[in-house]
């Protein structure tokens, strides 16, 4: 064999090695269950309470149930007290758990001290840092989001800049997020939920199934598959701007905007 051979071979070989270490990585993702096991007293185990911030809808509300119905009391935290009480009493009704909830605006800077006065003494398991918000539910650049530099609303003048807010709520607030794709909640209008598009209840189901899987989850097998082609893209052509104009405009039209 001379030594142009040789080095195809190697190639070849490092190529089957490299692809079929992913295509292992991947087939583990198809069965949580057994690949990453968690005993029934998982959550339990680690103490008494949940938190979930941006509890009161959406993926959050889903996490909350999901927890209490695995044996876990729940502390909700959001921005408007109604939808709080409304859910903690679905929840304490549904799963007889005991639930807790806190008043907090993420985008304000001042509200940590409150948050903590309120769960001392709680022995918490689990952290589920779920709060965010979209700038404008038409998908845009960040930067090129309608009125970024103004008050959220004239009644606002003399609050934080929506792009303050935006900012306190998406990034200071932020340690860990799960990371999935479309979820129908109201955050995405509700689009109607198929294959790719989960149900909040759905998502929150399997996403609580790869927590063993390591620190970051797409949290559902399809969601996985797409993050896994998404990366395949090189980042030039994922961050031109001709692929970003086409998968907004792709989203737009998802929206119906
Ligand atoms: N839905 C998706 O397809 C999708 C995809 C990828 C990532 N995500 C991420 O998943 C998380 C949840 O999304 P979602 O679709 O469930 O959102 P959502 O339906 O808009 O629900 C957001 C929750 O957060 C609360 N909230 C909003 N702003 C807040 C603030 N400033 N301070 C405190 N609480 C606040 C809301 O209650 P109040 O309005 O009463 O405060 C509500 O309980 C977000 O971080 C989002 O970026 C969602």
């Known amino acids: 064999m ?9 190639l070849g070989a490092a190529v089957v ?20 096991p968690q005993p029934d007293s998982f959550f339990t185990s680690m ?6 911030t941006g509890g009161s809808d959406g993926i959050g509300k889903a996490y909350a149930f ?18 709080l009480d409304r859910v903690a009493l679905e929840i304490g009704e549904t799963t007889g758990q005991k639930v807790k909830v806190i008043v907090a605006d993420f985008t304000e800077d001042d509200m940590y001290e409150h948050i903590e006065e309120n769960l001392k003494g709680l022995n918490i398991s689990v952290l589920v840092n779920n709060v965010g918000i979209l700038p404008s539910h038409i998908p845009c650049k960040f930067l090129q989001t309608k009125d970024l530099e103004q008050p959220p609303s004239p009644r606002d003048a003399f609050c934080f800049l929506r792009i303050t807010k935006v900012i306190n709520c998406n990034v200071k607030a932020l340690v860990k997020a799960v990371a999935p794709f479309g979820v129908s909640t109201p955050m995405t ?12 209840e759905d998502f929150v189901r399997t996403s609580l199934e790869y927590l063993q899987a390591g620190d970051k989850t797409y949290g559902s097998i399809c969601h996985t598959v797409l993050g896994w082609m998404v990366q395949a893209v090189p980042q030039q052509i994922l961050h031109s701007e001709t692929m970003q104009d086409s998968l907004l405009e792709y989203v737009k039209k998802r929206v119906g905007t």
């Open 2 to 10: 001379d030594l142009m051979e040789l080095f195809f071979v190697c």
């Open 17 to 36: 090695v490299f692809y079929g270490v992913k295509m292992v990585r991947f087939a583990k993702m198809l069965y949580p269950r057994v690949c990453f």
């Open 47 to 52: 103490g008494e309470w949940a938190v979930v």
């Open 66 to 83: 999901e927890l209490a119905g695995r044996g876990l009391n729940v502390v909700i935290l959001s921005r408007t007290k109604d939808k």
């Open 189 to 200: 209008g509700y689009q109607k939920s198929n294959m790719v598009t989960l149900t909040a």
